[in-house]
């Protein structure tokens, strides 16, 4: 029963923080990455399907197992169609450049090469790979915004929710959930920390105006 509710409590906290998340960046209160977003709907989904093909559990002990996962599905779609919806709104100012491209066009050719040769396990590996990769164009512009693009709050919440899910991954023993919570745990509080860093360099800022 603990395993049930745990996993309820990471759609919770991701949703409502995706939601927070896609009003604040529809009122134009932040400004999300495009091309982390690209990538994490790309990668995100292909983690999902590969780790339900991989896995050595029932069904819904492995949706369980991989909370996290399943609960990035949806909420990455939703910020993506937020941030699009946006971007049309203002004329598409957020634009690509040759990093985001390259990172995009290696997600697709790994789900290409996923669909050819249907090998699980290792796309998912791979995965794992261009997910951490689709962090740094927004760990990028943390480090040199002048103000903080980001919510702290939000990311908090989804640090909340990976915790939880890193707990439900190693209980289910499903190796291809433990490195998909592990890489949400680590990568989430790096982006906290320059979160964090960018809200001190902000305001530092605005004392010396």
């Given at each position: 029963?603990?395993h049930e509710?745990?996993?309820?409590a990471?759609?919770l ?5 995706i939601?927070?998340y896609?009003i ?11 091309a982390?977003w690209?990538?994490?709907v ?10 339900l093909?991989?896995a050595?559990?029932a069904?819904l002990k492995?949706l ?9 599905v949806p909420?990455?779609?939703a910020?993506l169609?937020?941030?699009l ?8 100012k957020?634009k690509?450049?040759g990093?985001?491209?390259s990172?995009i066009?290696?997600?697709l ?5 996923w669909?050819?040769t ?13 997910l951490t990769?689709g962090?740094f164009p927004?760990?990028?512009n943390?480090w ?8 702290l709050w ?6 909340a929710a990976?915790?939880?899910g890193l707990y439900?991954?190693?209980e ?5 959930a ?5 890489r949400a745990?680590?990568?989430?509080s ?8 960018a809200?001190?360099?902000?305001k530092k800022?605005?004392?010396a105006?």
């Amino acid at each position: 029963m603990i395993h049930e509710i745990s996993a309820i409590a990471v759609a919770l906290l991701m949703g409502l923080a995706i939601f927070h998340y896609c009003i604040l960046t529809f009122k134009g209160k932040k400004q999300p990455t495009l091309a982390t977003w690209i990538l994490f709907v790309l990668a995100t989904n292909i983690a999902f399907i590969t780790n339900l093909f991989s896995a050595h559990t029932a069904i819904l002990k492995t949706l369980i197992g991989n909370a996290a996962n399943v609960a990035d599905v949806p909420t990455t779609w939703a910020v993506l169609i937020t941030i699009l919806v946006v971007n049309k709104k203002n004329g598409w100012k957020n634009k690509f450049n040759g990093f985001d491209l390259s990172c995009i066009i290696a997600t697709l050719v790994v789900l290409i090469i996923w669909a050819i040769t249907q090998k699980h396990l290792a796309t998912n590996l791979v995965v794992q790979i261009i997910l951490t990769i689709g962090y740094f164009p927004t760990l990028k512009n943390l480090w040199r915004a002048k103000g903080n693009p980001e919510s702290l709050w939000v990311w908090i919440a989804i640090l909340a929710a990976s915790v939880l899910g890193l707990y439900l991954a190693i209980e289910s023993g499903e190796l291809t959930a433990k490195i998909y919570s592990w890489r949400a745990v680590i990568l989430v509080s790096v982006l906290l920390i320059l979160i964090i860093r960018a809200n001190l360099r902000a305001k530092k800022l605005k004392e010396a105006c």
